[in-house]
Structures are given as C-alpha cells and as structure tokens.
C-alpha cells in the first residue's frame, strides 16, 4: 500500500474515533441533562399535589378540574395520593394514560424527604412520602418525557448526518495533506532517479522550510557529496594505478623486443635482464603496495587484532631501516614513560600499524640530507602521540592538501628517489581504521613533521599513573 494512502487512512480513522467520541459524549450528556430535568419536573408536580391535597379548600374534584383544564408540560400524566392514617386517596389520570398500579415495593421505597424515581409502563415516575403529626402522605406522579423522545431521535439524525459529512471531509483533507507530504518525496525520488555516475552534481532542492524534509534532504546532498568525492577519487586512483601499471610492463615489452630483434652477445643480455629486473621489482612493489590498501580500505571486519605493546614496535624501525640502506639513522625518543604497562598498548593489527609507521620513518629518512629522522613518543591518559621529524626540503603549501591522496607525488621530489606515491595514503588509511588521526606541518627548507595519535586499548578506563620515568624537564630515554 501507496505511503499517500496509509496515511489517508490512519487519518481517517483517528479523526473518526475522535468525532465518535465526541457525538457519544454530547448524546449521553444531553440524554442525562434531559432526564435531569423531566425528574424535577415530575417532582414539583408532586409536591405541588400534597401541597392542594394539604389545603382545605381545595377538594379532590376541583384538585382534577384544576389538572384537566390547566396546561402541563407533562403527557400522560397520572396523580395518586394516599393518606395511611386518615385512609384518605386521590387519584387523577389523563385520558390518554392508563393507569399505574402501585405497587408494595414501590412503597417500601419511598423514605421521608427522598424521592423515589422508577420508571413504570414506559413512562417515568417519581413517589415522594410527606408526614406531619396529622397526616402521612405518599403521592406518585407517573408521566411520559414526549420532549426528551422527540429531542433524541432528531439528535440522533443531527449527530448521523454530521458525522457523514464529517468522515467526507476528513477523508477528502486527508489525502490532500498525504498529497503534500508525500509531494516532496516524490520529487527526492524523482531526481535521485536521474542522478548517476555522468550526472553526479544534481543535488534535491532543501527548500526554505525548517523541517523534517529539509533535514533529509540535506543529509541526501551529504551523501552524495561524499559518494562524488569516493567516486572521483576512486577514478583518480584507477586512472593512476592503470597508469603505473602500464609504464614498467610496456618498459619489459619494448627491452625484451629490442633484446629479441637480433642476435646480441651474453653481456647485452644480461644489461637487458637487469633493466628489465629492476622494472619487475618496482612492478611487485606496486602491486603489493596496491594490495595493502586494498586490504585496509573499509573497516577492521576480517582484520586480525591484537593487543600491540607500541614502544616494542617502535624500537624495530631502525634496525629495518638499516637494512633498507646503511645511511638511515633513526633516533627515538620516548618522553615520559609511564610505570603502567597497559598504557602502553594499542588494540589493533601489528603489521599493518609497523607498516604505517615504518613507511612515514622511512620517507623523512630517504627526503632528510643526513638521512637522519627523529621518532619521539610521548603519553597522555587515553592516547599515544608519536611525532616523526626531518630535516629535509618540507613540503610546498599547494603539495599539503595532496600528500595524502595514492599515486601523488610533488615534482620537486622527483629527483629524491623514486616511488609510487603510495606510502602516505596507506599510511593514513591504517592509522584511521585504528581510530586515529595524522596531520602533517612543513615549511620549506626547515624540514616536515608528522604528528600520529592513537588511542589506547580501554582508554576509558586507563589511569597513566606519574613515577620516576614521568615527563619531566630533562628526562628522556633515547635509543638508537
């Protein structure tokens, strides 16, 4: 069922239950205050009764002439009166009414000064006992509410005819407010029909209302802003991997038909295999490179982890770097200890967070003149911050926003060495799927500083504890 119409309906039915409510209300109210009214009438005439019957000059005769000959309010109406210690009785009854046989119970009923109503042969009656010191008088008056009959059967009708017209209109506004609900969806659905790859710019139109519609579609556009950035950047990134890819395999195509279009001697092979050899290597160094971020991009689902004791970690970098080339030195400084173990360990996955850290290391070592980097970790109550400095040529201002992005690489760092331009965005991608941040500073000529923060495994529950080892002036472990 059509969202348009649901809503029609549920509106429909809460409009009807509350008009029903009401129509019952008013009926009942109206039926209580009629019913009110006709007993209080029946009672003055009660009481008007043993006031005449009471005064001596008024006799039974000329109490009925006075009843049939003056207008009442009261059809049907029939009087009875007894005196139980005089054995006196008067009884009067319209023409149209039949009499009213008094009952026992009806008598039994009756308490001095309390009324007694009942209703008998579909009319209502109300018995009334008066007693003094001469006389015990207990009059009835029965009669027939035709006003209060009349009155509700037209209430009714009234009640009927309104609550038809009513349930039209509640059912005609009704889909005409769903129609104006749901007239902004259906323009969001409309146009996110029509946005796709070639025409990702369109965006839903927000309106000037300040409303849940608003709010969607500026979530919408959010969404889309977003999905255009992943996309352009997943193109970027395809084009350059596609670009990369190619260059050293059509560099291994054109060697080995240059080295297969004659005949050349051992030595020419050879040149031409380690030509070739070192296009396959930066070709498996790329590839890999292309599989690590592959395999970090997303979420940690499927992701081993473990509890990572950080400063062991760190201290592996400069003997790896040493083995890369004999020139990197890498110092470590570890700047207030804490004398509690745990606040030395990260939740997460240990290859991929040496890989992240050892890839920043390794550039500031292969970019800094003395090939020399500073790797300094200092502690605070819920995270780790680990700062990697040199003294290399920094970074132009137009470069930063760029560094991180796969395959980048500024072209004054061309003749540095080279590479895929694929260290920093792994990088960053590692350190955000642990929950962390990046940020990079450079000016040029002075050298770049990266800045990794991570938080700490239960860092909610952690207290890093101040002892000898704290963060003080001048008290710093190093190691090299």
Known sequence: MQIKYRITIVYTVIVTVILLLFCAALYIFSYQDMVARFKERLLNKANSTLELIQSPRFDSELIKTINETSPSSLDKKSIYVYDYKTNKSFSYADSNSAPV??????????????????????????????????????????????????????????????????????????????LSLIRAISEFTHKIKHISS???????????GKDELQKLAITINDLLDRLQASFNLQRRFIDNAS??????????????????????????????????????????????????????????????????????????????????????????EFDGLPENESALIIYGNEHL????????????????????????????????????????????????QHIFQPFYRSNRHQSYV???????????????????NITVESELGKGTTFTIILPLEGAAEQDVPVGKNAKQPGNKLAAK
């Open 101 to 178: 046989r008094i009952t026992d119970n009806i008598i039994n009923n009756v308490t001095k000064g309390r009324p007694y109503y009942f209703s008998i042969e579909e009319r209502d009656a109300v018995a009334i006992e008066y007693v003094d010191k001469d006389s015990n008088y207990i009059a009835v008056v029965a009669a027939y509410d035709t006003d209060r009959i009349d009155w509700l059967a037209k209430l009714q009708l009234i009640l009927a005819v309104c609550m038809l017209i009513s349930l039209g209109i509640v059912i005609f506004t009704g889909y005409v407010f769903s």
């Open 198 to 208: 070639e025409k990702f710019s369109l965006r839903l139109d927000t309106g000037k």
């Open 243 to 332: 670009h990369e890819l190619s260059t050293p395999l059509a560099s291994i195509a054109s060697q080995m038909d240059v080295a297969l279009q004659r005949e050349r001697s051992s030595d020419e092979y050879k040149k031409a295999l380690l030509s070739i050899n070192d296009d396959v290597k930066r070709l498996s160094m790329l590839v890999r490179s292309l599989l690590e971020i592959a395999k970090v991009s997303g979420s940690m689902g499927g992701t081993e982890l473990t509890s990572v004791r950080i400063d062991e970690m760190l201290m592996r970098i400069p003997a790896e770097l040493k083995k890369i080339s004999p020139m990197y030195d890498v110092n470590i």
């Open 353 to 400: 967070l040496y890989s992240a850290i050892k890839n920043i290391v390794h550039n500031a070592c292969k970019f800094s003149e003395d090939k020399k980097a500073e790797l300094t970790m200092s502690f605070q109550p819920d995270h780790i911050v680990i700062t990697i400095r040199d003294n290399g040529p920094g970074i132009d201002e137009k470069d930063m």
């Open 418 to 436: 080279s590479g895929a331009g694929l260290g920093l965005s792994l990088a960053q991608r590692i350190i955000s799927l642990h929950k962390g």
